[in-house]
T-cell receptor, first 113, second 117 residues
Framework: DQQVKQNSPSLSVQEGRISILNCDYT??????FLWYKKYPAEGPTFLIS?????DKNEDGRFTVFLNKSAKHLSLHIVPSQPGDSAVYFC????????????FGSGTKLNVKP | DAGVIQSPRHEVTEMGQEVTLRCKPI?????LFWYRQTMMRGLELLIY????????DSGMPEDRFSAKMPNASFSTLKIQPSEPRDSAVYFC???????????????FGPGTRLLVL
């Protein structure tokens, strides 16, 4: 029973366009959300995070949006670059148990030159 | 800093054999995590330690799996006996831990790709 879901296993985008990766969660106790990026044969690396007290966090080309009422978050990459091609994992942690991250199954992004 | 170090990077074994995966966390990190990545379930937390003490092992699949952290710089994940369904990539991660009072970024190692024949 996955509490964090990424329903799109893959996404293909043209270089220079926007990539939008989506994530849904079921646990209303989640109050901190993260995105990790993973290249083949490497471990996931932290990309960006957002606390539930915010609805948007931006870092360069990466922006995460949080919609608490819909229990939905998204990662926007603008403009997309071929080097962004990777698997992106959404993760969440709950108030009072912030060391335990629940990860989604990942979305494989392919940015075409 | 060398980051989180895992060994071996690849392991091929036969069903019934014992498998031991090793992890060295980032120096100074107080929390250590073992994850398993499969196609079906994505990235799932197996167990985590804080200050060398197991805090949550609810993700450990069954008694065949065990994990230890004898000191702050070393942890093992053991599967005995191994089965084909254990084939996956196993990641170790570390973070500063609960001492900071809020969520801390977890830093992942490169993973061990396990294949049980």
């Amino acid at each position: 029973d996955q509490q964090v879901k990424q329903n799109s296993p893959s996404l293909s985008v043209q270089e220079g366009r926007i990539s939008i990766l989506n994530c849904d969660y079921t646990n209303s106790m989640f109050d901190y959300f993260l995105w990790y990026k993973k290249y083949p044969a490497e471990g996931p690396t932290f990309l960006i995070s957002i606390s539930s007290i915010k609805d948007k966090n931006e870092d360069g080309r990466f922006t995460v949006f949080l919609n608490k009422s819909a229990k939905h978050l998204s990662l926007h990459i603008v403009p997309s670059q071929p080097g962004d091609s990777a698997v992106y994992f959404c993760a969440a942690s709950a108030r009072g148990n912030f060391n335990k991250f629940y990860f989604g199954s990942g979305t494989k992004l392919n940015v075409k030159p | 800093d060398a980051g989180v170090i895992q060994s071996p990077r690849h392991e091929v074994t036969e069903m019934g054999q014992e498998v031991t995966l090793r992890c060295k966390p980032i120096s100074g990190h107080n929390s250590l995590f073992w994850y398993r990545q499969t196609m079906m379930r994505g990235l799932e937390l197996l167990i985590y330690f804080n200050n060398n003490v197991p805090i949550d092992d609810s993700g450990m699949p069954e008694d065949r799996f065990s994990a230890k952290m004898p000191n702050a710089s070393f942890s093992t994940l053991k599967i005995q006996p191994s089965e084909p369904r254990d084939s996956a990539v196993y990641f170790c991660a570390s973070s500063l831990g609960v001492l900071t009072g809020h969520q801390e970024t977890q830093y992942f190692g490169p993973g061990t790709r396990l294949l049980v024949l």
